[in-house]
């Protein structure tokens, strides 16, 4: 069994800061790439930052410059920095990781999710 568990959220004022982390455990081969994502009431859920296990990064263009996604390997963690929050931020964050299992077949999971709501 695979979990993925965030925790970091919280409320903050716009302009404020928060660090996300998500920690994976279970019957884990390696991890191909670990995600964050958000959805806020009435939307889809979307991408919003992503790292490889090499180290290779993308963003959504609204978090870009604000957000910085990184990752322990040996930790099995991924964290997401965000700083000059703005009301938009607004959202459930979820994490999302692909993992390899020892039959060399990939899944990826989620995270239960944690609130990060930004205040004007």
């Known amino acids: 069994q695979v979990q993925l568990v965030e925790s970091g959220g919280g409320l903050v004022q716009a302009g404020g800061s928060l660090r996300l982390s998500c920690v994976a455990s279970?019957?884990?081969?390696?991890?191909?790439?670990m995600g964050w994502y958000r959805q806020a009431p009435g939307q889809q859920r979307d991408l919003v930052a992503r790292?490889?296990?090499?180290?290779?990064?993308n963003y959504a263009d609204s978090v870009k410059g604000r957000f910085t996604i990184s990752r322990d390997n040996a930790k099995n963690t991924v964290y997401l920095q965000m700083n000059s929050l703005k009301p938009e931020d607004t959202a459930h964050y979820y994490c999302?990781?692909?993992?390899?299992?020892?039959?060399?077949?990939?899944?990826?999971?989620w995270g239960q999710g944690t609130q990060v709501t930004v205040s004007s």
């Open positions: 790292i490889t296990s090499g180290g290779s990064t």
């Open positions: 999302r990781g692909w993992i390899v299992f020892a039959n060399q077949k990939e899944y990826s999971y």
């Open positions: 279970g019957s884990i081969f390696s991890i191909n790439a």
